[in-house]
Nanobody, 128 residues
């Protein structure tokens, strides 16, 4: 059974940091584009960051320079290091994965269409 499980969310003050993890089971990440999405209350889902099989990364403009995505294929995990957090980063964060043969680029992946494998989400709240 394919499963993605996020962890590491929580409450943090503005300017603080959090590291989200996503543990993957049921398939290996080697052939997949992987990434993170978020959805804030009352807003549409937003693609945050993506990393291709080759290790190329893409970030939304809103998080560039603050967030770092990484993957560990040996452990079948992915991570999102979030620094300099702002109240507008408050959202439920979802990890996701899709075969690179289905979505050929991070740009397409971050649109969300055609991405089949999703975690259930982890809430990040940035507030003083």
């Amino acid at each position: 059974q394919l499963q993605l499980v996020e962890s590491g969310g929580g409450l943090v003050q503005p300017g603080g940091s959090l590291r989200l993890s996503c543990a993957v089971s049921g398939f290996t990440l080697d052939y997949y584009i992987i990434g993170w999405f978020r959805q804030a209350p009352g807003k549409e889902r937003e693609g945050v960051s993506c990393v291709s099989r080759a290790g190329s990364t893409t970030y939304a403009d809103s998080v560039k320079g603050r967030f770092t995505i990484s993957r560990d294929n040996a452990k079948n995990n992915m991570y999102l290091q979030m620094n300099s957090l702002k109240p507008e980063d408050t959202a439920v964060y979802y990890c996701a994965a899709e075969r690179e043969s289905y979505v050929s680029s991070c740009r397409q992946f971050l649109q969300g269409n055609g991405v089949r494998y999703w975690g259930k989400g982890s809430l990040v709240t940035v507030s003083s």
